[in-house]
């Protein structure tokens, strides 16, 4: 960058800004917050907050995974599937007799199995992600109707089950939440601080040159085939024991809201870059979007929900948030060029 250049601090300032991957989020975060704050009454108080945090738990859970994944440069569309086919499975055998423990040890490894199958179709047949997961997505969503029947399945009834899988709450948040912590923490540290994280990256910013330095692709995205789906079968368990039924409809449409989430935190579809924060903070922004758009009066006395304005409040926040990354990205390449 020259010396000469009369807007070097203003351009310094905005580099420092553009380093912070999830600056992007963070911002919408904070004017959300505000404009919510200002038309929803007591929109900041803890009820509020536990609401926000419980929508954003659903949401984060799958997406510390699908970090990962998208990371690599993969993507995984059949996750709302298999939040639901785990569940399912959990408790059509809990229905049947068998130990609730016994229904939990056989119905999460479904989660990984899923996918194994995911990660083959891709890997082994060469097919784009997003088609196999398409595909998949289909497939395990019909399993799941004819498991269930189409009907609902009640939670089993163990107190101890209940606790542990979403069903108890802690100073007001839903167990699940800490499961969330948990599992974010360890994403975060595999992502940023081990070996796996940077060949994750590596295969994500160029396949070929990662392979050339002896790292194994395939075993790379293999593994973040099926973090993802454990994850979300995992999600799906928590979800449906704290609500005591599941649907095998749980879950449609899912897995564009954990995208959605993992792109405005900072996490680009081209693969190469990611961000465990940023997906945290991305799905805590969608849980705002949700409360905010159900709790205010958009339409007055119009016989309109509010709630039907929140995909319409996303997709513009998918739009707005792109563009914004893309041009902090480019400030970064500008920048680090001078």
């Known amino acids: 960058m020259r010396k000469n250049n009369p807007h070097l601090f203003f351009e310094k300032i905005l580099y420092y800004f553009a380093k ?33 945090l419980s929508y954003a738990t659903r949401i984060g859970l799958i997406g510390a995974g699908a970090t ?33 423990w016994l229904c939990v040890a056989v119905s999460l490894p479904i989660g990984v199995l899923c996918g194994i199958l995911n990660g083959a ?66 994403t975060a540290i595999v992502l940023h601080k081990t070996k796996f ?17 002896g790292v194994k692709v395939e075993r790379v995205k293999m593994i973040n085939f099926i973090v993802t789906s454990f994850l979300a079968g995992l999600c799906g368990l928590l979800y449906a024991t704290s609500t005591g039924t599941i649907y095998a409809v749980y879950g449609q449409g899912m897995e564009f809201q954990v995208i959605t989430a993992i ?45 039907y304005v929140f995909d319409g409040v996303v997709g513009i926040l998918v739009v707005v948030g792109m563009f914004i990354n893309m041009f902090l990205e480019k400030l970064r390449r500008q920048v680090q060029g001078c």
């Not at 189409?150 to 939440?177: E, W």
């Not at 994280?197 to 330095?213: F, I, K, Q």
């Open 20 to 52: 912070v991957r999830e600056i992007g989020v963070i911002l919408a975060l904070v004017v959300l917050t505000v404009l919510f704050s200002l038309s929803v009454t007591n929109f900041l108080t803890w009820g509020y907050m536990t609401t926000i």
């Open 197 to 213: 994280g940077n060949w994750t990256l590596a295969v994500g910013g160029n396949m070929e040159a990662a392979r050339s330095m």
């Open 68 to 100: 990962l994944l998208m990371a690599s440069r993969e993507i995984d569309l059949s996750v709302g599937s298999v939040f639901a086919i785990v569940p399912v499975t959990a408790f059509v055998l809990a229905e049947m007799g068998l130990n609730v």
């Open 121 to 186: 179709i891709v890997l082994k047949l060469n097919l784009p992600s997003f088609i196999a997961t398409l595909g998949t997505m289909f497939l395990f969503r019909s399993i799941a109707l004819v498991l269930s029947v189409g009907g609902a399945k009640p939670a089993p009834s163990d107190p101890t089950y209940r606790f542990i899988f979403g069903g108890g709450n802690v100073f007001g948040l839903n167990t699940a939440f800490f499961w969330w912590c948990i599992i974010f923490a360890i």
């Open 263 to 307: 792109v405005l935190g900072g996490t680009p579809l081209s693969g190469g870059a990611g961000t465990a924060l940023g997906t945290v903070l991305g799905s805590v922004l969608l849980g705002i979007v949700y409360l905010g758009t159900v709790s205010i009066r958009w339409f007055g006395g119009l016989p309109i929900p509010s709630a």
